[in-house]
């Protein structure tokens, strides 16, 4: 149990990375692969930015605060209570880690990000697997920043706190 989370994260980043392989080795001469035309593309993009384009040539920003980032999360890790909003976060920082990591890699190999997920039907912008997993992560940890703990109240706790309200 205890190398499970460097496995999954491992996994996320293999699969992250070889995807991009196959991208630059097949897409970069190709242009675009229609898999469902007007809907659904392959697209090798090179992104020198951040999420959806912004912020330009900043490579070294990009990966002094993913760094930092990475150092926070792996900071607090042991501070992460065992229940389950500590599950559901700890699922979210795997997600955000191992997406952070997989455009780190490029970022400091290629000096961009390998991007080919193109949905043309919304002309959305071109993204990887990373950036799936740090959205995916992302919006898990969303609620329970927001919201706290999910685990329900006990009810001694309950009427306790119904009978200091009255």
């Not at 392959?42 to 920003?61: K, S």
């Not at 999360?73 to 042991?78: A, G, S």
């Not at 080919?116 to 799936?132: G, T």
Request: glycine letters at 8%; proline letters at 4%; aromatic letters at 10%.
């Amino acid at each position: 149990m205890k190398y499970i989370i460097p496995i999954i994260i491992a996994g996320l980043i293999a699969l992250d990375q070889g995807i991009k392989y196959w991208a630059v080795n097949n897409l970069q001469l190709a242009g675009q692969i229609k898999i469902w035309p007007d809907v659904f593309h392959l697209a090798y993009v090179e992104n020198r930015g951040a999420a959806f384009g912004i912020m330009q040539n900043r490579q070294t920003l990009f990966i002094i605060i993913t760094l930092a980032v990475l150092g926070g999360i792996l900071w607090q890790w042991k501070q992460i209570p065992d229940n389950k909003s500590g599950k559901a976060m700890k699922i979210a920082l795997i997600l955000i880690v191992s997406g952070a990591i997989g455009n780190l890699i490029d970022r400091i190999i290629l000096g961009y990000v390998v991007d080919m997920f193109y949905f043309v039907l919304i002309d959305f912008p071109v993204f990887n697997v990373a950036d799936i997993c740090v959205v995916c992560g992302t919006i898990l940890l969303m609620p329970i920043l927001i919201f706290g703990d999910i685990e329900p109240a006990e009810e001694e706790e309950f009427n306790t706190n119904l009978e200091t309200e009255n």
